[in-house]
């Protein structure tokens, strides 16, 4: 993998944005920067920072020359983080989802175009080769119709960091832009990136099982031109965790399996079973990083972009049972 000669500082040093530091390192000609602000303190771990590479104010980015800003902090803080760092002249990379709201999205693009800046949501899972495999048998359309969609994501959020509160963290905190549908919403993405725009037909809520204020489970319905019947089941209950991807079409059934990573087209003919061996959720990181940073360097629009993961809020939020009507 090729070496990036860039300036990127994190903001948001969690789990996630220190899994990005981890991966940066090992593609930039320089360690990335973090960006550690008065807000951030709170939720920052002072000693998990490399302090050699430290920013305490926005306006170290331009200063220090920094031209990607990777916006790791909470959900709710996406957003203005996005604004302030274009302000600085930044390109940004920031972690899905693009917000809790549709709050100062417009101003975001407006100040991208005006500053000629870049930006790229963090959903990495459009990064997979099985994701792609999926993308390509449905446009080969050689199988029929697709009759039914359906994808499945569950993971007990209790066990995601072992050692912390889970209550405590942004995933089941509604002021944080929490809840299941938001936090897992790559599989919306997804559905979106293979099938083209959809259609919300129906959000139905399941049984509430944790001591938190966000959404657990819910299970969305969805048609598009491409296929009438679309189901997506997210939940933060199951444990072991699930992911799959069922497609049935008028001559084949594809299954995905994320965890078992697996890609199975059964047909009148027999079955074929694509594995990738030793696949690491660390691949899609780096493709992902490449692809942008790549896009950065030639000045290329990447994808997904703003627009796209507004889009993705758009499916999911009109019928948030936790979001009132100042949402928009």
Known sequence: MSQFNLRVAIIGYGSIGRQHYRTLTSMLNEPPWVLKIERENKSTNETLLPEASLLRSWKELSTNKIDVVCICNPTSLHVETALAAVEQGCDVFIEKPLSHSFIQIDDLESLLRAKSKLALVGYMMRFHPHIHALKEIIESQNYGRLLKYESYWGEDVSRWHPGEDYRKSYASRKDL???????????????YFLLGDLILNERKELKHQLPIDVDQSCELLFQTQVCKDVKIILNYHDWPP???????????????????????????????VMKLPSFQRQRLFRDQFAYFLGCVESRTPPRPSIAEARRVLEFILPSHPIFGSDHH
């Open 242 to 272: 699930q992911r799959k991807i069922s497609l049935a079409f008028e001559k084949a059934k594809v299954d995905f399996d994320y965890y078992h990573s697996t890609l199975t087209l059964q047909t009148a003919l027999g079955s074929q």
């Open 177 to 191: 832009g929490g809840g299941v549908s938001l936090t897992l919403s790559h599989d919306v993405d997804l559905a």
